[in-house]
T-cell receptor
Framework: DAKTTQPPSMDCAEGRAANLPCNHS???????VYWYRQIHSQGPQYIIH???NNETNEMASLIITEDRKSSTLILPHATLRDTAVYYC????????????????FGTGTQLKVEL | NAGVTQTPKFRVLKTGQSMTLLCAQD?????MYWYRQDPGMGLRLIHY???????AKGEVPDGYNVSRLKKQNFLLGLESAAPSQTSVYFC????????????????FGPGTRLTVL
């Protein structure tokens, strides 16, 4: 699975959009971009995923560049409850080999939403 | 629908003691996983299971054993606990359907915080 690079921390004002970048320059054609977040002391929570098209759900939007070497997770109206570590993960979907479908978590981006 | 639950939430062990962590899911998921998370680090896979009666090693399996006797349960055992096993343990489950990445989303439990003295 491709390696990802994220900034270690970001701040965002409540009510504003939070834009979290992720670089994955070695991504392969069949690898998806997944985003999870982990609120302090809780289990990771799935946010969104995509292959090459931009995606949106009730939680966030995912923008993937045309060359797929980077992506941005957008929380349109950040709240204090969005303060968490956000993980960008690149992996092949349904890869049932070796480590099963394990998620390789890096150190993520600590997003702090403030008043 | 409780999702993924873990028992216990907290535990303190002495070096050499044994214990079993229980993970249960009520979503009829085929795949289950055990991860550990150490301070300031991401999650690392310990063991996983792709179905009832099957288990396999992940990245850091040493010192742990697992069993999947029932589809809904995945047990993680520590036979002789060591201080290096002090960590937060997370269980996850997923139900991957071929060609449907959406169904491969992993759902995590709340975690078990283990301290080995």
């Amino acid at each position: 699975d491709a390696k990802t690079t994220q900034p270690p921390s970001m701040d965002c004002a409540e009510g504003r959009a939070a834009n979290l970048p992720c670089n994955h320059s070695t991504i392969s054609g069949n690898e998806y971009v997944y985003w999870y977040r982990q609120i302090h002391s809780q289990g990771p929570q799935y946010i969104i995923h995509g292959l090459k098209n931009n995606e949106t759900n009730e939680m966030a939007s995912l923008i993937i560049t045309e060359d797929r070497k980077s992506s941005t997770l957008i929380l349109p109206h950040a709240t204090l409850r969005d303060t968490a570590v956000y993980y960008c993960i690149v992996r092949v979907a349904n890869k049932v080999t070796g480590g099963g479908n394990k998620l390789t978590f890096g150190t993520g981006t600590q997003l702090k939403v403030e008043l | 629908n409780a999702g993924v639950t873990q028992t216990p939430k907290f535990r303190v062990l002495k070096t050499g003691q044994s214990m079993t962590l229980l993970c249960a899911q009520d979503m009829n998921h085929e795949y289950m996983y055990w991860y550990r998370q150490d301070p300031g680090m991401g999650l690392r896979l310990i063991h996983y299971s792709v179905g009832e009666g099957t288990t396999a090693k992940g990245e850091v399996p040493d010192g742990y054993n697992v069993s999947r006797l029932k589809k809904q349960n995945f047990l993680l055992g520590l036979e002789s606990a060591a201080p290096s096993q002090t960590s937060v343990y997370f269980c996850a489950s997923s139900y991957p359907l071929p060609g449907l990445a959406t169904e491969d989303t992993q759902y995590f439990g709340p975690g078990t915080r283990l301290t080995v003295l």
